[in-house]
T-cell receptor, first 115, second 111 residues
Framework: EPEVTQTPSHQVTQMGQEVILRCVPI?????FYWYRQILGQKVEFLVS????????KSEIFDDQFSVERPDGSNFTLKIRSTKLEDSAMYFC?????????????FGPGTRLTVL | ELKVEQNPLFLSMQEGKNYTIYCNYS?????LYWYRQDPGKSLESLFV?????AVKQEGRLMASLDTKARLSTLHITAAVHDLSATYFC???????????FGAGTRLTVKP
């Protein structure tokens, strides 16, 4: 069964460093998303992406964040200068179409630890 | 802004008992989702509810949606230990693909 994959599973970085989190969405899906979950807290929407551009972003997704689909399979989230409070689990998701059904399938997540 | 509230946040049940988790949301939406998350794992889709009065059942879990009341419920029937997990509701925003999640209900089913 097709699934969303994410790498790395765990990333440790120093405050102020740049990190890139990678996702491979399900191959025929067209809509891509990033969410984050701070330990023990709720899942928070960051950004949605369609047709090579951002379609929606939350207030969390500030200038430190960017997303890119550099090729036909990868979808990346870049944090330019990490802060301690960026430590969280980051989930990528993808969906096939934009309709009311729009079931999103989530990847296993990348745990980001900022020291 | 769409806000989603779940309650209870923590639920400890005995096996064999029934209980309901509630999910309220603040603005009109056209879809509501329930997800399960095991510790350290990703989110597993349980139900997608699209219309007022929608009811879906899978095993011991049943979800319903009342769009007029902006309320969804997840009912657990005769709980078993394997249902122990955190359950999230998520509400879709109109005309967009993104979702807003509730805080989650951490369910523990005790023997």
């Amino acid at each position: 069964e097709p699934e969303v994959t994410q790498t790395p599973s765990h990333q440790v970085t120093q405050m102020g460093q740049e990190v890139i989190l990678r996702c491979v969405p399900i191959s025929n899906h067209l809509y891509f998303y990033w969410y984050r979950q701070i330990l023990g807290q709720k899942v928070e929407f960051l950004v949605s992406f369609y047709n090579n551009e951002i379609s929606e972003k939350s207030e969390i997704f500030d200038d430190q964040f960017s997303v890119e689909r550099p090729d036909g399979s990868n979808f990346t989230l870049k944090i330019r200068s990490t802060k301690l409070e960026d430590s969280a689990m980051y989930f990528c998701a993808s969906s096939l179409q934009q309709d009311a059904y729009n079931e999103q399938f989530f990847g296993p997540g990348t745990r980001l630890t900022v020291l | 802004e769409l806000k989603v509230e779940q309650n209870p946040l923590f639920l400890s049940m005995q096996e064999g008992k029934n209980y309901t988790i509630y999910c309220n949301y603040s603005t009109t939406s056209d879809r509501l989702y329930w997800y399960r998350q095991d510790p350290g794992k990703s989110l597993e889709s349980l139900f997608v509810l699209l219309s007022n009065g929608a009811v879906k059942q899978e095993g011991r879990l049943m979800a319903s949606l009342d769009t007029k009341a902006r309320l969804s419920t997840l009912h657990i029937t005769a709980a078993v230990h394997d249902l122990s997990a955190t359950y999230f509701c998520a509400v879709g925003t109109l005309n967009n693909n993104d979702m807003r999640f509730g805080a989650g209900t951490r369910l523990t089913v005790k023997p």
